[in-house]
């Protein structure tokens, strides 16, 4: 009698409903929306609903439904014109205290949610996605290399123990020491051994120290690839999958991201400037310095975060120079300060900036010290009837505390207003500073006709190959031609159910790896199809034919499949982006439809003929 383990019956029903549900949620379309999440100031409630459903209902764009969740609103739309349309309507009034982004919401019921079932995520040439073109401030790159340059100078001049007036950064992007007059040739020569392609000039008691046109165009050139290594960084830290993130032109970075969820966090994680210092706290009365003009001569006066949107801001009287900042981290973790119990970020410094940290902490224990977010958000202003587009600088004093011991290396930074902006700062921190801050210059949606297009073309073409399989498999294999095409139907649900949950990204490339899987199976089954015929005509029982006929077949299917699985590791290990994305789909595709066409096509073969005492023959 043809028998099959009953274990192996019950994984195949389990592995089967469990493809179903987790596939599920390809089945219901997404919404065209409008994503508004708050910056530091704003608030998200039923007054900013309010206020949103008023300026869309002004500009005849109604909305199909506006939802609040998860700290952010989602206003769903029934069509992308619309969408777009929205989004520029609702920019500007809700200015810079909401980032506006488009996005793509899913209609599938919150319980497949619940239980982690999610749709597939596509490729941009399948479903579109999100477009950003940033400009890059490349002359505050220039600004900040002549900070670094007039802060070099000064501290070489201090640690040689020349004799300085003052050290200071002019307009024309020079930067001018004013010098005692037999210390000149000395810090000329000084200097010029520390900055080798600097143009330095002296004249009278003054030295100028200008950086020449080809460091310049270097500089520029190293701020547009500097942001473009961070950017992909800060978009792997966000996971999302197959980004194109290129150079354009001499100072714009283009950005396309398929498939994201959260397109605002996506866009304020990618335009952030943010980042720390670590300043030393002068003592005075700030309040009086402020009111008097009375700043003393190496302090600067910061102000403290208000603990309100629109509350007093204390002054803070902090030295000029910075004992530590973000450039010499190495890590960061967001965490809980396990004393106040407050939201907190775990710093970990380079051996640069550790030694900086000990040797400042060495020397002023029980002193105060001061950390300094800097967060630099780009703005568009319409002056004059034409478009301004300026960058505000954010520097405020989040934390204020005594230095109670000696520390190097790692440290916490406390004094964060919430978990979300410690994860944040944690994750700013972690992938980089950019060089340069950089502004949108344009938003928009990739192709989403032409990925309608392509899904729609894609499941044509597979419906179709399914329905010649079959018609094929019917009219040749009868009865076997049956099982096969269930096996098949069985082998392609595994496939989208597990690209679904490992949010693997399914692009033009991937789908063609699918194809090529379904053909593997199609294989794979013929040639179990054609052992069963070769053991019936060597006159064995049926029963015996169709277990020998699979067992046979089963080594087979193994070493041929084993070494395409090998090509594809070897493409997901050497191969980038789409590459990845094609041997990602042909190695799940070849492992479900190994199983499929050995254990299922099996278990269903000995469901119909394994119970029949006198079977004389089968339908092959």
Not at 361 to 383: D, H, L
Request: neutral net charge.
């Amino acid at each position: 009698m043809l028998t099959y383990p009953r274990w192996k019956y019950a994984l195949a029903v389990i592995l089967l409903l469990l493809s179903a549900l987790y596939a599920l949620p390809n089945v219901f379309p997404q919404d065209p929306s409008v994503q508004i999440t708050a910056n530091r100031g704003g608030v998200i409630d039923n007054a900013l609903r309010t206020r949103v459903s008023g300026l869309l209902a002004q500009a005849g764009t109604p909305a199909k439904d506006i939802e609040i969740k998860n700290g952010s609103m989602l206003v769903r739309f029934a069509n992308p014109d619309q969408q777009v349309k929205a989004a520029d309507m609702i920019r500007d009034p809700l200015g810079n205290d909401y980032v506006v982004a488009l996005n793509l919401a899913s209609t599938a019921p919150e319980w497949l949610a619940n239980i982690g079932a999610k749709p597939m995520t596509l490729g941009l040439d399948l479903q579109g996605g999100v477009h950003f073109m940033m400009q890059v401030d490349q002359k505050a790159a220039m600004d900040k290399r002549l900070d670094a340059l007039a802060e070099d100078v000064r501290v070489q001049l201090r640690d040689a123990g020349i004799r300085y007036e003052s050290v200071e950064r002019r307009p024309d992007g020079s930067v001018v020491a004013t010098l005692a007059p037999q210390d000149v040739a000395r810090a000329q020569q000084l200097v010029l051994k520390s900055q080798p392609t600097a143009d330095i000039t002296t004249a009278g008691s003054t030295m100028t120290v200008r950086i020449n046109a080809a460091e310049q165009q270097r500089l520029a050139l190293e701020a547009v690839e500097q942001n473009v290594s961070t950017l992909r960084n800060r978009i792997n830290a966000i996971g999302v999958g197959e980004p194109i993130i290129q150079r354009q032109g001499t100072d714009r970075i283009v950005v396309e991201l398929p498939g994201v969820q959260d397109t605002a966090q996506a866009k304020r994680i990618i335009g952030a400037t943010a980042t720390l210092e670590y300043r030393a706290v002068i003592e005075g009365d700030a309040a009086d310095a402020v009111r008097t003009g009375a700043v003393p001569p190496e302090a600067r006066v910061y102000y403290r975060r208000a603990q309100t949107p629109n509350g007093p801001r204390a002054p803070v009287l902090l030295s000029k120079r910075v004992i530590t900042s973000g450039d010499q981290l190495v890590g960061a973790t967001a965490t809980t300060d396990p004393q106040s119990g407050t939201p907190a970020v775990s710093i970990r410094l380079n051996s640069v900036g550790g030694q900086r940290m000990f040797d400042f902490t060495s020397e002023n224990v029980g002193k105060p010290m001061a950390v300094v977010y800097i967060e630099r958000v780009p703005e568009v202003k319409m002056v004059d009837g034409k478009e301004v587009r300026t960058t505000r600088v954010n520097e405020e004093v989040i934390s204020v505390a005594t230095i109670q011991g000696v520390f190097g290396k790692e440290f916490q930074t406390t004094g964060l207003s919430s978990s979300n902006e410690a994860s944040d700062l944690a994750l700013l921190l972690r992938s980089g500073s950019l060089a340069a801050p950089m502004d949108f210059v344009e938003e928009r949606i990739v192709g989403p006709s032409l990925g309608r297009q392509n899904v729609e073309r894609g499941l044509t073409a597979v419906g179709a190959s399914f329905a010649f399989t079959l018609v094929f498999f019917l009219v040749y294999y009868r009865m076997f031609g049956i099982i096969t095409s269930l096996a098949l139907l069985m082998n392609l649900l595994m496939v989208v159910a597990i690209l679904s949950v490992f949010g693997a990204t399914l692009s033009l490339p991937g789908l063609a790896g699918v194809a090529l899987t379904v053909g593997m199976s199609v294989d794979a089954n013929v040639l179990i199809n054609e052992r069963i015929r070769e053991e019936l005509r060597l006159g064995l029982p049926p029963q015996t034919a169709i277990s020998e006929g699979y067992e046979r077949a089963k080594g087979t299917i193994a070493d041929a499949n084993l070494t395409t699985i090998l090509a594809g590791l070897a493409l997901f290990a050497f191969g980038t982006g789409p590459i990845k994305g094609f041997a990602v789909t042909l190695i799940v595709g070849i492992l479900t439809s190994m199983y499929t066409a050995v254990s299922v096509s099996r278990a269903i073969a000995t469901l119909i003929y394994g119970r029949r005492r006198k079977l004389q023959s089968i339908a092959i």
